[in-house]
Every structure is written in C-alpha cells, then in structure tokens.
C-alpha cells in the first residue's frame, strides 16, 4: 500500500529514469492508456503530485514511456546477431530477437503499435522514426561493401518500409491467435522479404 512505501530522496534524472522503468515494466500487462498515476506513484514511493514535476501531464509521461519502449526494442535489434552467418541467418537472428521481445510483452506491443496508428501525433512521429532506425538496421546488415547496389537504392528502401509494416500485422494477429508457432512465423516473415526488396533471394546478398 502507498502508506507503507518508504520514499528514498533520488537525483532528478535518476527519479525520471525510474519513473520511465515503472512505466515501461507496467506495459507488460497492460496497455499504455491504462497506466494509472496512482499505481506509477505507489510504486516509486513518491506522491502523485511529484509526477508531474518531471512530466507536464500524464500524456507526455505516456509519450516518454512509448519512447523508452521503442529504444529499447531498437538498441536489441542493433546488437549483433550471427555476425559470422549469411544474411538470412542474421535476418533471422534479429527477427528472433525481435519475436522473443513482444512475446514477452504482448500488452505493451499492441498499445505501443496501435496506439501509434491511431494516437497522438507525437507518438506517431516516435514509431515512423524508430521504424527508419529498424529499416536502417536490416539494409545495413543485409547489403555487402559495394553501397551502389540494389539494396542501396530508393525501390529498396520503399520495399523495407512495406516489410516493416506486414511484419507489425503478422506479429500482432500471431500474438491474438498463434495458429503457426514462432520458427514458422519468421520463415514466412523471411520469405516475403526478397520481392519487396527486388532481388531474387536473401542468400544472394552480403
């Protein structure tokens, strides 16, 4: 209970960092418009008052969370995945990483994505640009040295931007009804790749 939660006096940006784990470790179980100041408060042992020192209003500390939330998934899809694989495997590498992470947090994935199609225009801006970040991730690990071919021109681009976009569908329909399990999810999420992008195969890049 809030009575009985012992407040310890914090940096400013060590209590914001707090506050935004809270908020971020919350979403595992509900969605983002559910967050409740009350429960954010009790938890960081703070009065509600004191929120709203470091966020304006409940929908800007909403915005910092959904930002959190989406560096986070983009600082682990960065990290390097079969570095030493083909580019199918480190596609798949990532598309694990990527599966295993809204598995884990199905709430926080369908209030997160969702919420960005039909929310705010701040929390629009925020998952077009973490989706440049994801699309800059896979052209990147995908093409080899030579920067002048197919991957590296505008079609191709346009081709990742339509991929991203499918697998955001496919993953949220798989977490309301997983009828395939999640190693046949990435192969069909694998498979689509190459005719967006306009070249014949995965295997033949790198």
Known sequence: MS???RRTRLASHERRAQLLAIGVAMLANRRLEDLA???IAD???ISRGLLFHYFDSMHEYQVAVTEAVMDDLVERLAQPTAEDGSPAER????LSVYIDYIAERP??????ICGAASGHERVRVLADRTREQIVDLLLSSLRS???TGVLAQPAARLGAHAWIAMTEEL???????PVIDRDALIGRIVAALPGLLGVETIEGLG
């Open 91 to 94: 596609l798949r590498g990532s």
């Open 37 to 39: 100041i009350d429960d």
């Open 3 to 5: 009575g009985t939660v």
């Open 107 to 112: 709430e926080m994935y369908r209030s997160v």
């Open 43 to 45: 938890q960081a042992g």
């Open 171 to 177: 993953a949220t329909r798989w977490l309301e009804n």
């Open 145 to 147: 040295d030579d920067d």
